[in-house]
């Protein structure tokens, strides 16, 4: 199990993902490019905006990653570094990325799985070496949110059950 | 591991529900999803055996609205309470933040 301690990423972070993410799709030709961390939470999104829920979207991915670590295991793997799920008109391909998030690329019969693949190796690298320095810097003190922040969070709480 | 974006002024938060087979995890998420204003909350999913009993989650996450300028969201996840599912149960505890452990007081039941 990892940490309990928070991690962030700022603007910057975002715009070189962004910068990544849009470089695969015009060179792989897919539809989207997402990326999901391994706790299940979504981290970015490029592309044709999803049809699906996001959020249930990251929640899945992510526990289907680990269960195939899992299996992998079991067959003497350290991992599977990629996952591919077929569809009649849409797939997906799943890569991880310094064991820490996954990059998760949705296409159709615009491009071929070979060429994804292809183009995702290359980009793993590059999101490697941002996500790595991303964490190190987890240990150096981080902006904190406003004073106050948690008591507001406790009075929204109380509101949901009315 | 709760994470903070502030690129897209989002903080997430992961709560796993915790505990022996039956003690009504699952239920407790039911009831969650029962009370919170649609708005609030968005699809439940529940990996589930046919008989309905865990299998390998159960999730639901839940808004909190908009904090400081902070977009607040819960993840709440049940794990399956059966010892046969330890593998699984790792899993969905990774980078969790809180944990709220349910079992069944009845006295038979403990």
């Not at chain 1, 003497?76 to 591919?84: I, Q, S, Y």
């Not at chain 2, 839940?62 to 059966?82: A, C, E, S």
Request: aromatic share 10%; charged share 25%; hydrophobic share 40%.
């Amino acid at each position: 199990m990892s940490g309990a301690a928070s991690w962030s990423f700022g603007e910057d972070d975002a715009s070189r993902i962004q910068l990544v993410l849009d470089q695969l799709l015009r060179e792989a030709d897919a539809r989207t490019a997402l990326i999901v961390d391994r706790t299940g939470q979504m981290l970015a999104t490029r592309g044709e905006e999803p049809t699906f829920d996001p959020v249930a979207f990251a929640s899945l991915t992510a526990a289907d990653f680990s269960a195939n670590d899992q299996l992998a295991r079991m067959l003497g793997e350290t991992e599977f570094g990629a996952l591919f799920h077929q569809g009649d008109r849409e797939s997906l391909y799943l890569a991880d990325v310094a064991r820490r998030v996954i990059l998760v690329v949705l296409f159709d019969n615009r491009t071929t799985l070979g060429l994804v693949k292809l183009r995702v190796r290359g980009v793993v690298e590059s999101l490697s070496e941002l996500f790595t320095e991303m964490f190190e810097r987890r240990d150096r003190p981080a902006p904190r949110v406003e004073a106050g922040f948690v008591g507001d969070a406790e009075d929204e709480i109380d509101k949901l059950f009315g | 591991m709760s994470l903070i974006n502030y690129a897209s002024r989002e903080i997430n938060c992961k709560l796993v529900y915790y505990g022996p087979g039956l003690g009504g995890k699952t239920t407790n998420l039911e009831y969650i999803y029962e009370k919170v204003a649609p708005a609030a909350k968005g699809k439940m999913i529940s990996l589930a055996t046919e008989t309905e009993r865990t299998l390998f989650f159960d999730f639901l996450p839940v808004d909190l609205g908009t904090i400081r300028g902070f977009k607040t969201r819960f993840h709440l996840y049940t794990v399956p309470g059966q010892v046969y599912y330890n593998a699984s149960r790792k899993l969905i505890l990774k980078g969790v933040d809180g944990v709220v452990f349910v079992a069944d007081s009845q006295i038979e039941r403990i």
